[in-house]
């Protein structure tokens, strides 16, 4: 794997969960299970403290009857059972605060550690799978899954613990207690199930599938969110306002539908479940107070029943409520498994570590095609790269000049043939160790909120100011740096929007030149410039291609004139090679790109 790990425990945790979704894929219970692997004792230890923090609540209902018996039938008790029964419940009840923060310093580290993990693992996984994939991808569908998925599933998992638990231990106890006492009773409690079995059966698929519908739609909104704010200066510069407002409003729209939908499901779920239980608890009512005035049974144990089944009411009733919560935290597994359990991941096997970088690239016969369509963006595509040359490579929209980029980056594989660098076959790079020694240049520079030191040594903590004041005086960036009201440590804010687009290209290259790469990539690095933004780019360009292996896409004639080669590609080959005034001797392809009216 290229993905880097800080030790052994990081690199066995990103794989366990990773082998959680694969191998159980459309089984979120199963998911589930496996996030407690390796936590056994401290769920052990959670349990114990849990049974003890419930314990007031079965204990209660015993010492009340028992003071009510004696308050009613004084002459066959004593003042010691009363003091002995206020004492026991004393006890029960103080040792709650220890119990409950043992419970949350116990269980909630786990699910804390889990929630991070899954966050890790998504972050991880993100970082192996291919650019086709986050090509396919919105950006915000993925901070959906990053941030509200893994929210749902701490919820879901703080929830059912404590619930579940709680739920088995109350109907056990009053099991037991009313078993001894009347069974006629307890046939009376086991009446309850089949309402609930059959009141979750009834909303099971309905409540499951508006929460699909409505995760769906919440992922759609994000992404439109992120585009729209993306879109803003277009939007504001066309006087589109009303239009993206529309186009939101209706997106928006959506999302209300589906979520009132989900709302009033769950509503009539919550109301019916409340309805039918509270029936069951008037009757239960009647049928106790009906066998004491029997003489059947004491009034303290009409106190006890009816607390044992207001309880046994209340677990099952939180269980009914919490089911639309617990829907939602598997539709989240899901969502999340997603991710980390895609496949579609960079095609090379990292196994063949290159140390040091050359920069010889030789294309060999390739053939590339996307996956979703068969027809060939490069054929036959031939050329032998030589360490420290630079080459530029030319010709129309489509013609497979990007291609031919993101292939030597390794963002693609060849379909076809294959590339070799420095001589070894790049299918079995380890592309990582092979990264560290190049460097791109795109044409939109990639800048973050922070210094723009910290933007220049980005990946690279370990430079000193020293390093990169070096590449600062290289580059010639004194006149811009002088412009910033506190030179290296100005901060910029998100992508840098206060900068011109020079001064960001500007400290894009002096990030790549820092890297000291063997290879550099320019992507279309000027075409998105003024004439004089670019000839201060173009300067540092000249200083960072100095004796490194230079493959760039420029339209601009300015940009490639440096060029030890032009390759000029059409429909997917080499038309045509050779500098810059050899080509335009010819008279040929080149020729007629540079001189379109000739």
């Known amino acids: 794997m290229a993905t880097e790990f800080k030790d052994d425990d990081q690199q066995q945790e990103f794989k366990a969960y990773v082998k959680t979704y694969s191998e159980n894929v459309g089984h979120p219970l199963r998911i589930l299970r496996g996030f407690y692997r390796g936590s056994g004792w401290t769920m052990f230890k959670s349990t114990l403290a849990l049974i003890c923090q419930r314990s007031p609540v079965w204990v209660t209902p015993i010492v009340t009857a028992n003071i009510i018996n004696i308050a009613t039938n004084p002459s066959a008790h004593t003042t010691t059972e009363l003091w002995l029964n206020l004492l026991v419940g004393f006890v029960f009840i103080a040792q709650n605060v220890l119990a409950a923060y043992t419970v949350t310093r116990n269980y909630n580290k786990v699910v804390r550690n889990i929630e991070m993990q899954l966050r890790s693992t998504i972050v991880r996984k993100l970082q192996q799978l291919s650019i086709s994939f986050h090509k396919a991808m919105q950006s915000g569908r993925l901070q959906s899954k990053i941030m509200r998925d893994v929210e749902n599933v701490e919820v879901l998992l703080t929830q059912w613990f404590s619930n579940l638990v709680f739920i088995v231990l109350d109907v056990a106890i009053a099991v037991v207690v009313t078993l001894q006492k009347s069974p006629a009773v307890l046939l009376f409690f086991v009446l309850t199930i089949p309402g609930a079995v059959l009141l979750l059966y009834l909303f099971r698929k309905p409540i499951a599938q508006k929460n699909t519908d409505f995760r769906k739609e919440v992922e759609n909104t994000q992404a439109a969110v992120a585009e729209m704010v993306e879109l803003i200066p277009v939007t504001r510069a066309h006087g589109l306002q009303g239009l993206e407002i529309d186009r939101m409003n209706d997106q928006l729209r959506r999302v209300r539908s589906k979520g009132f939908a989900l709302d009033k499901t769950n509503s009539l779920f919550g109301a019916s479940n409340w309805v039918m239980f509270q029936l069951f608890q008037l009757f239960c009512l009647g049928f106790t107070a009906f066998m004491a005035y029997q003489g059947k049974i004491t009034v303290g144990e009409v106190v006890l029943y009816q607390t044992y089944f207001t309880q046994i009411v209340a677990q099952i009733s939180n269980l009914i409520n919490l089911y639309p919560n617990f829907s939602k935290g598997l539709e989240s597994v899901q969502s999340v498994g997603e991710i980390i359990a895609c496949n579609n991941l960079e095609r090379y ?140 440590d100005t901060v910029l804010n998100e992508h840098g929007a206060r900068l011109s687009g020079g001064q960001r290209q500007r400290i894009s290259i002096a990030r790549a030149m820092l890297r000291d790469p063997r290879i550099i990539i320019f992507d279309e690095a000027t075409s998105a410039l003024d004439n004089a933004s670019e000839k201060q780019v173009q300067r540092a360009i000249n200083t960072l291609m100095q004796g490194r292996t230079t493959l760039m896409v420029a339209h601009r004639l300015s940009t490639i004139q440096g060029a030890d080669r032009i390759v000029v590609v059409e429909d997917g080959r080499v038309a045509e090679m050779g500098t810059y005034q050899e080509l335009l001797d010819k008279r040929g392809a080149f020729y007629h790109l540079s001189h379109p009216q000739a």
């Open 349 to 488: 096997k990292y196994q063949d570590k290159i140390e040091d970088l050359k920069g010889d690239i030789r294309f060999d016969h390739v053939q590339y095609h996307y996956d979703d369509d068969e027809k060939l963006v490069l054929t036959d595509f031939n050329l032998h790269i030589l360490p420290g040359e630079r080459v530029a490579f030319v010709g129309g929209s489509g013609t497979g000049k990007s291609t031919i980029l993101n292939l030597v980056i390794g963002f693609n594989a060849p379909t076809g043939g294959g590339i070799y660098i420095d001589g070894r076959n790049m299918a079995a790079l380890d592309l990582h160790s092979f990264r560290q020694q190049i460097s791109v240049v795109p044409q939109n520079s990639i800048l973050f909120s922070g210094s723009i030191r910290d933007n220049i040594a980005y990946g690279r903590p370990e430079v000193s100011d020293a390093q990169i004041m070096a590449v600062v005086e290289q580059l010639g960036l004194e006149d811009m740096l002088a412009t910033m009201p506190k030179g290296l």
